[in-house]
Structures are given as C-alpha cells and as structure tokens.
C-alpha cells in the first residue's frame, strides 16, 4: 500500500442525514454513511434504491434537500460538497465520477479525453491561454508531462494501442475502462463510479477488478455502485446497502452478505418471516 | 436469377421512361402556374397574363430527360462501376495522396499572395479591380468571419444566430471611434476586436445559461437588439442613414492612400493613381487577419481551452464531472469568436468607407453560419472552400450572361442567386452531410495522427 493510506484508517467521505425529494418523492431519507480513506466502499440496493440519486448529491449533479456531505483531504482540508459548484467538486475536493451510462468525448481520441481530464492543471501551466500562446517552455514541459500521465493510465486501463483512435469506436468494455483512466487523470482523492461493470463480460469484469484494486493500492479511495454481486462481494472492503432511500445494512461483504435484510430486499422471504422482518424493519427507521 | 440480361436491358428501358415521363408530368404540374403564365403590367397600367409555353416546355423537358437518362443510364453505369470494384477488391479509401492534395495548403496560400498581382496582369490595372475587391477582399471578410464563428460553433458547439452582431461592433467602433476622435485605422484595429470581445463576454453572460434551440433564438434576438440600436439611436449613429466618409487605412502610418495627401502611396512610388492599388493594400491587409486568425485557432485547439471547448462539444456534463468550468470556458470561446467577427467588422468599414445597419441583417449571420456548416463544423480548410464557393459563387452569379441566352433576355441571374445557394446548400448536404471536411484533426497523438471519422463527432446542443 502506498504511504499515507495505511496510518490511519479516517473517513474521506462522512455522509449525515441525507434526504433529497423530487416533489412529493423522498428519494433519499435520513441517509448516512462513511467511507474510509484507502478502502473501496460498495453501495448497492435493489433497482430504484436510490443509490444513483446518492451518487449525484455526493458529485454536485444534485443539490440535497438536506443532510451534510463533507470530504477530508489527505492535507486535513474539509470540504463541503453540497455547498460547491459542480466543477468545484472535482477542482478544489479532488472528486471525480464515471457514469451509468458512459459519458465520454467520442469525437475526441483516447489520449485526447485524458488530456482534457488534466484541463485545471494544464490551464494554470499555461498561464490561462496566454503564456501557452506564446509558446514558453514551461506549458511544453507541463504538456510533456500531461501525455506521460495519460500514457500511465492507457498503459493500465489496457488501452495503449487504441490511444489515437477516437473513443466512439472502442468496444464497451474498453470505453468503461476509459471513463475509469479519465477521471483517474484528474488526480482524485475519491473515486466514484457507477456500475462500471454493467454490461462487461465475467472476463472483463475480472480485469475491472484488477484495475480498481491497483487504484485503491495506488493512495485512491473509491467509492462504487454496483449490481454484479461478485464484483462487489470481491473487491469492496466495506458495504452499504440501501432499499426505499434507507439504509438497511453497513458493515464488511460477509456481514451483508447474511444480514436477513439484505437477502430479504434481495431475495423476498417466506410468508411467516414477513413480520418478524417488517418488525425489525421498523425498529431500525422509526 | 431469372431474368436473362437483355429482359433486364428493355425493363430498364421501360422503367426508365416511364419514371422520365412521370418526372415531366410531376414538372408540368409544378411549373404550370409558375413558368407557364406569367402576370404583368401593361401600358395602362393593367395587370394582364401572358402564357409562356415555351419557357415551361423547357422546364418540362429538362426534368424528364434528366429523370430518363439518370434512371436508364447514370445510375446503372454508377452501380455496375461500384460491382465491379467491390469484386475486385480494391478498398476506395486509399492512403495514397496526390501531390495536390499533400501539398494543397501550401499551393493555396502561394496562389492566394500572387493573386493581386496574377489579377493585374491578366485584366490589366482597372480590369482587375472586380476580381480583388469583389472575389478576393469579399470571400476573405467571409472566411475571416466563418473561422470566427467556426470556435463558437464549429469548436464549442454553441449555435450562435447572432454573430453578424459582432461584426457590427467592429464596424461600427472603427467608423465612429474614427470619425469622431480621429483614431487611425491600425489603433482601431485591435480595439474594435477588444470591444466586440468584451460585448461578446456581456452578451454571453446570461445567454449561455440556456443550451440548444433556446440559446440560438435568444442568440439571433440579440442580434436583432444590437442592430435595432444602430437604427434607432440616431444621435450616435446617424440611424439607416449610416456613417461614411470613414477613413482609409493608411501603409502604417507611413504612407497615405487619400489622393489629396502629401505622403499619398501612389506618388511616393511613382505609381499611376489608381484605386487598384489601395484594393490590393486591403487585400494584404484581410489576408493576413485571415491568417491570424487560422493562427491563432490552430495554436488554440491545441491549448487547454481549446481541448475543453471541444469536450464541451461533445458532452457538456461529462466536462462538468471533469472539473471544468464550463460558464468561463463557454465564455471564453464566445468572446474568442466575437474578437475576431469584431476584427472582420472593422476592417470592413474601412474597406467600404460607409457603414448602415443594412449590412448587418439577420441573413448576414445565417451565410455566415451556412459557410461553416457546409464547409464543415470545425475545419478551417473546409469552410474556406466552402466560402469560395458560397460567396465567389453568387458574385459568380453576376458574370452568368450566357444563362440570358437560355432564359430569355429578362432573366437576372443575380435575383435568383438566395435560390441557388440555397439549392446548392441542399446538394451538398445530401452529399456530403458532414460539410467539404468532415473528418477532425486530433491535437495530439502517442504514435500517429490519424483524422477522426466525422461520424464520431457531435454537434453540440449548447
């Protein structure tokens, strides 16, 4: 494990009480939850859980109707998120998200999407265009450096003989991979990604693994959202699951794994447990 | 198959006249009213109606000959040409440039340099004056603004109707800061591009808040705001009865092109005196804005900010995901653009020496933005050609006499020429749908640069 990660195992991401309503729909309800820097966190529920909703008020996309969301950095900086502008949760809390559906610059190439991924960096070395226009060296050096960095990320994500194509033409798999190495360009502290397995094959989704362990490995802690139980059960160190904007379970795999909660959203139960679990249900939300 | 190849050589015959006889059918019935009766004024002033069966006969023919032989003939030589090389393997795409095509940049801009001079020796010294200011400062102005527009469209993806509003600010900031303070033409220059910037950046404020068909309805309104203002506030601008006597420009400052100057060019070479010669100074002059321009935008795509108005083409949230600003990247591209349409404006006025709001109408911006649709979103290269053909087509329009010959001694070819580039717009995108240049350059590459399908790009739809 990399320095800094392993002293001491603080939340890089404290969720409390977070509820968001659209209309008469409360999405999400007195949601709490933490992450733990260096770990990857799993947070998965049946479909319509709400676990996306969560996603997009930790990555700005949503505003909360209330709750607190804060980000510690790794220099002691707290930040919190529902109080920046979305681009903010990237730049200054070091953020950054892939998406269900994959949002990627398909006109763009490969190298070109992990170039504009280190847009802030090469900006400042660029002196805002101006500096950069009249072609000082330290934006060439500065742009040197950017391309290395990309190259690092094709080099892992598998992808370095694509790097000149444009990304539309890449397959599925490697298009998910890509989104990953983009926003790993952007040097996160937290790295969150939505079902990034979805539609991958058993094959590629064992490389996925591999990949998203090198990362937490590399100092990044991730946060995921995922409906492929054996990628979660894996490679998360920590599970949160969520039914109805609730949370219903917290703890390590093998403990949701056998939460009679758990298996009871997941699975449905047998007619006379019904109201033992509704019982116990209705303990822990009332 | 069944058919034997002389059954199918008279069913084509068959289909081919009948589709020939139908088109003619189709054109009679579209054309009669229009071609075939013709209304007009008489000597009393009567409105009266005359048939013109000739003319429509014309028309009438010229579809179904042209149905008839593109269904019979063309189109079966075409497929048989497109068989017989599928058979024999041969991709179409071929690596393998022609020297002009390699080399074609270079060749243009050497020809664009001697142009002036060409044009002086073939037409002589008076003879030449159409070709420089009407084909060449005129397509010029055109591509300056279409390379304008093409980083808020072709790069941003924002669809701006109201660019011709920047213009105007260039003109206008050239012909009053001029006529009223006395500020010389190379002054002016770079501060009427400051100032259209800047207005680029306070109308860009709260219009790029809105995304896709709102922001080009509010985009052309502003546009519609700024000239209304030129009309309207006389005091300033002398309203629809514009500025002129705006001022030349001068060689730097060193010589004078007024005829009445002690320092005036044309004497201090011992030239004969000639407008042809201050029309060539512009030319130069507009070439190297042009120049600049391409410049500046190739150095751009290549900068961060370049980088992200691309992205911001392609998916705006993803860029937001990324941790880009998009309000001041927006911006900036707006302003960018707005620069240099202000650039464009001024040198407009001084080239014309009269400026009204008639020249900047909405149809300005719509050609403006047609050049660089059709020349292809985000290709320099493309939307130069396609001004070429745009703008040197319709002042081609102008030279077309022998088309008097065929539509009768009343035909004005000039009054048809919206029709036309209309009608030219329509081939082209049925043709090529991606513009002259579709592919994209990348801005960087690991091993090789290849061009990026235009399949793979958007639009944009902010």
């Not at chain 1, 610059?105 to 190439?109: A, D, P, V």
């Not at chain 2, 072709?154 to 993806?157: R, S």
């Not at chain 2, 709260?206 to 808040?209: A, F, I, Q, S």
């Given at each position: 494990m990399a320095t800094g990660t392993t002293m001491t195992k603080d939340a890089i991401l404290k969720v409390e009480h977070l509820s968001m309503k659209f209309g008469g729909l409360?999405?999400?309800?007195?949601f709490s939850f933490e992450a733990k820097r260096g770990e990857i966190t799993a947070l998965i529920g049946p479909n319509g859980a709400g676990k996306t909703t969560v996603f997009n008020c930790i990555t700005g996309f949503y505003k909360p109707t209330m709750g607190m969301i804060t980000l510690s950095r790794e220099n002691g900086k707290e930040f919190l998120l529902e109080r920046l502008r979305d681009f903010e949760i990237n730049k200054v809390a070091g953020v950054s998200r892939t998406f269900q559906n994959i949002r990627l610059?398909?006109?763009?190439?490969v190298l070109e999407n992990l170039l504009v991924a280190q847009h802030n960096v090469l900006m400042k070395a660029s002196g805002f265009t101006v500096l950069g226009l009249l072609g000082l060296p330290a934006y060439k050096t500065a742009a040197k450096e950017a391309i290395e960095k990309a190259r690092y990320w094709l080099e892992l994500a598998d992808l370095i003989d694509r790097a000149?194509?444009?990304?539309?033409?890449?397959?599925y798999g490697a298009q998910r991979r890509l989104e990953i190495a983009r926003a790993m360009c952007t040097g996160p502290e937290l790295l969150c990604l939505?079902?990034?397995?979805?539609?991958?094959n058993p094959k590629e989704s064992l490389t996925l693994n591999t990949l998203l362990r090198t990362i937490r490995d590399g100092g990044t802690s991730l946060l995921l959202i995922e409906h492929d139980m054996s990628v979660v059960m894996e490679i998360s160190d920590h599970v949160v699951v969520l039914e109805y904007g609730q949370k219903i379970s917290d703890g390590t795999p093998d403990h949701v794994k056998n939460d009679p909660k758990v298996i009871a959203a997941y699975l449905g139960v047998e007619d006379d447990e019904v109201e033992a679990i509704e019982e116990k249900l209705d303990e822990g939300t009332v | 198959m069944a058919y034997t190849t002389e059954n199918n050589q008279s069913g084509l015959m068959a289909k081919a006249v009948k589709e020939g006889v139908l088109a003619g059918l189709i054109a009679f019935g579209m054309f009669l009213l229009f071609v075939g009766i013709e209304t007009y004024q008489d000597i009393n002033n009567q409105l009266v109606w005359r048939t013109r069966w000739g003319l429509l006969a014309v028309f009438v023919a010229i579809a179904a000959i042209g149905r008839f032989l593109t269904v019979g003939f063309i189109k079966p030589h075409l497929d048989a040409r497109k068989l017989a090389k599928a058979k024999s393997g041969?991709?179409?795409?071929?690596?393998k440039k022609s020297f002009f095509h390699k080399h074609f940049l270079k060749i243009a801009l050497v020809f664009l340099l001697c142009y002036p001079f060409l044009a002086m020796m073939i037409f002589g010294r008076q003879g030449s004056l159409k070709y420089v200011d009407n084909f060449g400062i005129q397509i010029l102005i055109y591509v300056m603004l279409a390379w304008g527009l093409n980083i808020v469209v072709?790069?941003?993806?924002l669809l701006d109707l109201g660019y011709v509003a920047f213009y105007a600010v260039g003109a206008y900031s050239y012909a009053l800061l001029s006529a009223n303070f006395g500020f010389s033409f190379w002054l002016l220059l770079p501060m009427a591009g400051i100032l259209a910037g800047f207005w680029g950046i306070i109308l860009g404020f709260?219009?790029?808040?809105l995304r896709g068909d709102y922001l080009a309805i509010v985009t052309l309104a502003f546009g519609e705001i700024i000239r209304l203002v030129l009309i309207n506030?006389?005091?300033?601008?002398r309203g629809t009865f514009g500025i002129s006597g705006i001022a030349k420009a001068s060689?730097?400052?060193?010589?004078?092109?007024?005829?009445?100057?002690?320092?005036?060019f044309n004497k201090a070479w011992g030239?004969?005196?000639?407008?042809v010669y201050y029309k060539m100074f512009l030319f130069y002059v507009i070439l190297a804005l042009c120049l600049i321009t391409a410049y500046v935008t190739i150095r751009l795509r290549r900068m961060p900010i370049g980088r992200a108005w691309e992205a911001l083409r392609e998916d705006e949230i993803a860029c937001r995901s990324l941790g880009i600003n998009t309000v001041t990247t927006k911006l900036t591209a707006f302003a960018t653009g707005a620069m240099f349409g202000g650039f464009a404006g001024s040198f407009f006025a001084a080239r014309q020496g009269f400026v009204s709001?008639?020249?900047?109408?909405?149809l300005e911006s719509a050609v403006i933005l047609a050049i660089v649709v059709l020349g292809g979103m985000g290709s320099l290269t493309g939307i130069a050609i396609a001004a070429v053909v745009m703008v040197g087509g319709t002042e081609l329009l102008r030279e077309m006499e022998f088309l008097k010959h065929i539509f009768g001694p009343?035909?004005?070819p000039e009054l048809y020429r919206m029709l036309l580039f209309g009608l030219a717009m329509i081939i082209v995108m049925l043709f090529k749908p991606r513009g002259f240049v579709g592919t994209r350059e990348p801005?960087?590459?690991?091993?090789e640069r290849k061009a990026v399908s235009g399949s793979f790009t958007k639009e944009g739809h902010g």
């Open positions: 409360m999405a999400i309800n007195d610059f398909s006109g763009l190439t000149d194509d444009p990304a539309g033409d890449l397959s939505d079902e990034p397995a979805a539609g991958l | 041969v991709l179409e795409i071929s690596d072709g790069l941003a993806g709260p219009v790029l808040r506030w006389t005091d300033v601008t060689f730097f400052g060193i010589w004078s092109f007024d005829v009445g100057a002690a320092n005036n030239l004969p005196s000639s407008s709001p008639e020249s900047f109408v909405f009343d035909f004005t801005t960087a590459f690991l091993k």
